[in-house]
């Protein structure tokens, strides 16, 4: 079984600043690590996810993620971020044969002007 | 991305009628469809798993005669909350994958309201 821990339940942050969003999992078998972003009452929009190769992985949105496997991170950046980044952000994990994902608690990203 | 639809968006019910929610994928063939209810301000719980042509594969502590789910075609998984009550009320979220694929792509959710 895999678990999600994302570290920061609330980030807000003003408009053009970077942001960073904390993502570690556990796992006994090898992952696929998901972001998602979730709107007011809507469902969720993948904005980027790593299934192998490079660790530096680049999203939508202007969103990328790194996947640091000594420390079982995946943790989402953005340089400059806009109002319209205010959202849920869901970190997620599978495995790489059950295809079912376990999903952090959330970081709620509001962005101020 | 894949596109993925739900009806209805929102539901209102009495207590003891039974809701039946549609998730379709509609551009690609989905193999799996999984359920997840999301309580305000709180992570998505998957419910259940559905392969097509199969039974569905229900998580520890979701109540299978509660929400009955049916997944007949590779395009359409439906969730029938029956005799609805109001600890019921939640949002109902599903996804779609199809094949070789590892990523779930999302509906939009319905959210359900039991008076």
């Known amino acids: 079984a895999q678990s999600v821990t994302q570290l920061d339940s609330q980030v807000p942050v003003f408009e053009e600043a970077p942001v960073e969003l904390r993502c570690n999992y556990s796992s006994s078998v090898s992952v696929y690590l998901f972001w998602y972003v979730q709107y007011p009452n809507q469902g969720l929009q993948l904005l980027l996810k790593?299934?192998?190769?490079?660790?530096l992985v680049k999203g939508i949105n202007g969103f990328e993620a790194e996947f640091n496997k000594s420390q079982t991170s995946f943790h989402l950046r953005k340089p400059s971020v806009h109002i319209s980044d205010t959202a849920e952000y869901f970190c997620?994990?599978?495995?790489?044969?059950?295809?079912?994902?376990?999903f952090g608690a959330g970081t709620t990203v509001t962005v101020r002007a | 991305g894949a596109v993925v639809s739900q009806h209805p968006s929102r539901v209102i019910c009495k207590s003891g009628t039974s809701v039946k929610i549609e998730c379709r994928s509609l551009?690609?063939?989905?193999?799996?469809m999984f359920w997840y209810r999301q309580f305000p301000k709180k992570s998505l719980m998957l419910m259940a798993t559905?392969?097509?042509?199969?039974?569905?594969?229900?998580e520890q502590g979701v109540e299978k005669d509660k929400f009955l789910i049916n997944h007949a075609s590779l395009t359409l998984s439906t969730l029938t909350v029956t005799s609805a009550h109001p600890e019921d009320s939640s949002f109902y979220i599903c996804?779609?994958?199809?094949?070789?694929?590892?990523?779930?792509?999302f509906g939009p959710g319905t959210r359900l309201l039991v008076l």
């Open positions: 996804s779609s994958r199809g094949g070789l694929q590892e990523t779930q792509y």
């Open positions: 559905s392969n097509e042509g199969s039974k569905a594969t229900y």
């Open positions: 790593y299934l192998s190769g490079s660790t």
């Open positions: 551009d690609f063939q989905a193999t799996t």
């Open positions: 997620a994990v599978s495995g790489r044969n059950d295809y079912k994902l376990s």
